[in-house]
């Protein structure tokens, strides 16, 4: 069973940038499709980004498009998301997840907070 960690969430300034990691185990990732989603304080979460297995193809909500860059390295189970000009409705809990056919997987999630 794929098992997953983030890890890189932080407090930073408007403008600023983080780069989350994820970290898999457990199995390996190149089977799985990779995503990034958030949830911010009294919303639903959110798809941020998605990959596909070799990442040939992804996608980023509106909101970020620009912002924000996905990425996975299959050699080390890594996923990450770079996150640059940081704005404060970026604020919440981002979650990394992975999935291939009928198996899901979600991390513990990450908080980000960003201050005006």
């Known amino acids: 069973q794929l098992q997953l960690v983030e890890s890189g969430g932080g407090l930073v300034q408007s403008g600023g940038s983080l780069r989350l990691s994820c970290a898999a185990s457990?199995?390996?990732?190149?089977?799985?499709?990779v995503a990034w989603f958030r949830q911010a304080p009294g919303k639903e979460r959110e798809g941020v980004s998605c990959a596909t297995t070799r990442s040939d193809v992804t996608n980023y909500a509106d909101s970020v498009k620009g912002r924000f860059t996905i990425s996975r390295d299959n050699a080390k189970n890594m996923v990450y998301l770079q996150m640059n000009s940081l704005k404060p409705e970026d604020t919440g809990v981002y979650y990394c997840?992975?999935?291939?056919?009928?198996?899901?997987?979600w991390g513990q999630g990450t908080q980000v907070t960003v201050s005006s």
């Open positions: 457990g199995s390996n990732l190149d089977r799985y499709a």
């Open positions: 997840n992975a999935a291939v056919r009928e198996y899901n997987y």
